[in-house]
């Protein structure tokens, strides 16, 4: 093997010194991304999006056959529940006055008030370090870096960065992400990180002394930062741990999104 | 024009581990495909074809992804670079031999990935993450391995049939 000349190890050292600067440049929060990357992504997001629609179908159409007969016997207990069911009507409309009472408490805002579009997740960061996902809508929709992001349940992430007819999405549960949370019940302000360690479950830090918290407590988004409009909701505190000295708590969110099995998500687009 | 074709298959791979491959996980992973690209491309025209294919393989992941971009390339320029000074009778006449180096060739990427990311921000726990996606990911890449080194050689024989690679195995 012939040994390599002068130029080549001067390239090498260059590559190496553009490769450190690469890194470190891109290695903090980026939303804005270069014509490259537009173009790789843009060229890849149709593929994407057609091969997790075909598997959407496939998976319907699979699920469909095996549960149809679970499917015909679940029918006739239900339609014997039916009668059941209309005494229990007056119950709900008590259930629903009272969560209507609850909603104001929470200051929710009211769905139509926000400007939401839907869209289908069509691929996710390999390897797992990253939790990011793919979403196929983007600039062309009216998609902007910093959107919230949710799902039926609730915060599922942000919106990282677009391009034409794609988005990234960086979720909750990512260890870059930060969430200002609001305890529902005692209003107390908290910080909700992602954190690879805890399982896909979310940590919860106050962010005064005095903040106490404990399981079954729900925390909402509480707006203060750019990102997420307020009341949302994020999880639901799972454990609490103590520090040695009992001064300061923190605890573990289970988040109400199901990240593992995330198919559509709505980006907010009016905050 | 071997450059292109290698590029747009490690393009296609991506595709695939990202939007095919996230139904069809194996203990939550999924297989890391563009490295079995790599992988094949060293096995089959040495460590310099498998370093350059390395670097391609880690440039465009990270392009993807969008952030730490370049992290991916030292980790799979060295597994090119190895998996060209496997002598290639070994690797092909004992069966057990393709699975394991794909096996070893993600845990040494990987473990790259975090050890240099670390350097640069990145706070990913090493052992945590070896455990839970590193090791599921290297058995399911070992698995798919054979099939897509395979593919590879068979493209690369091609591509010296047609003159489009002259470099020879430097064992």
């Given at each position: 093997m012939q040994r390599p000349t002068r130029w080549?190890?001067?390239?090498?050292?260059?590559?190496?010194?553009?490769?450190?600067?690469?890194?470190?440049?891109?290695?903090?929060?980026?939303?804005?991304?270069?014509?490259?990357?537009?173009?790789?992504?843009?060229?890849?997001?149709?593929?994407?999006?057609?091969?997790?629609?075909l598997i959407?179908?496939?998976?319907?159409?699979?699920?469909?056959?095996?549960?149809?007969?679970?499917?015909?016997?679940?029918?006739?207990?239900l339609k014997q529940k039916i009668a059941r069911l209309s005494a229990e009507n007056a119950l709900l409309e008590e259930s629903k006055r009272e969560n209507q009472r609850w909603a104001e408490l929470f200051?929710?805002?009211?769905?139509?008030?926000?400007?939401?579009?839907?869209?289908?997740?069509?691929?996710?960061t390999v390897p797992d370090w990253f939790s990011v996902i793919t979403i196929n809508k983007g600039k062309l929709d009216g998609v902007k870096p910093g959107m919230p992001v949710i799902s039926t349940d609730g915060v599922v992430g942000h919106i990282r960065q677009v391009n034409s007819n794609s988005a990234t999405v960086l979720l909750a549960i990512d260890s870059r992400s930060a969430i200002g949370g609001i305890i529902a019940d005692t209003r107390d302000y908290v910080l909700v990180e992602g954190d690879v360690a805890t399982n896909g479950l979310l940590r919860v830090k106050p962010l005064a002394q005095d903040v106490r918290f404990e399981r079954g407590a729900?925390?909402?988004?509480?707006?203060?930062?750019?990102?997420?409009?307020?009341?949302?909701?994020?999880?639901?505190?799972?454990?609490?741990?103590?520090?040695?000295?009992?001064?300061?708590?923190?605890?573990?969110?289970?988040?109400?999104?199901?990240?593992?099995?995330?198919?559509?998500?709505?980006?907010?687009?009016?905050? | 024009m071997r450059i292109l074709i290698i590029s747009i298959l490690i393009m296609v791979m991506y595709i695939l581990q990202t939007a095919l491959f996230t139904h069809i996980q194996f203990m939550?992973?999924?297989?890391?495909?563009?490295?079995?690209?790599?992988?094949?491309?060293?096995?089959?025209?040495?460590?310099?074809e498998g370093m350059t294919v390395g670097f391609l393989g880690g440039l465009l992941v990270?392009?993807?992804?969008?952030?730490?971009?370049?992290l991916s390339v030292p980790g799979k320029v060295l597994v090119g670079f190895l998996a060209g000074i496997l002598p290639r009778k070994v690797y092909t006449d004992y069966l057990w031999v393709p699975v394991a180096t794909a096996f070893l060739a993600t845990i040494i990427d990987q473990g790259v990935f975090l050890l240099l990311g670390s350097s640069f921000g990145l706070q990913q726990p090493f052992w945590t993450g070896l455990r839970k996606f590193v090791y599921p990911s290297a058995f399911y890449t070992a698995l798919l391995s054979p099939l897509i080194v395979y593919g590879v050689r068979n493209l690369y024989t091609d591509f010296r049939r047609r003159g489009w690679h002259k470099g020879q195995r430097l064992t």
């Open positions: 080549v190890w001067l390239v090498l050292i260059c590559i190496v010194i553009l490769l450190l600067v690469s890194i470190f440049s891109t290695s903090g929060n980026r939303y804005h991304i270069t014509v490259v990357e537009t173009v790789l992504r843009d060229v890849a997001s149709p593929f994407q999006n057609g091969i997790s629609s959407y179908r496939v998976n319907e159409s699979w699920e469909s056959l095996v549960h149809l007969q679970r499917l015909r016997q679940e029918n006739i207990i200051e929710f805002k009211k769905s139509q008030d926000y400007q939401i579009l839907p869209a289908v997740v069509i691929g996710r729900k925390v909402l988004t509480s707006g203060l930062g750019q990102i997420y409009p307020k009341g949302l909701l994020i999880g639901e505190v799972v454990e609490v741990e103590q520090d040695q000295y009992g001064l300061t708590i923190t605890g573990l969110l289970k988040p109400v999104a199901d990240f593992p099995r995330l198919e559509e998500v709505f980006v907010i687009l009016n905050k | 939550g992973a999924r297989p890391d495909l563009v490295l079995t690209v790599v992988l094949g491309a060293g096995i089959s025209a040495g460590s310099i990270d392009l993807f992804r969008g952030t730490f971009i370049g």
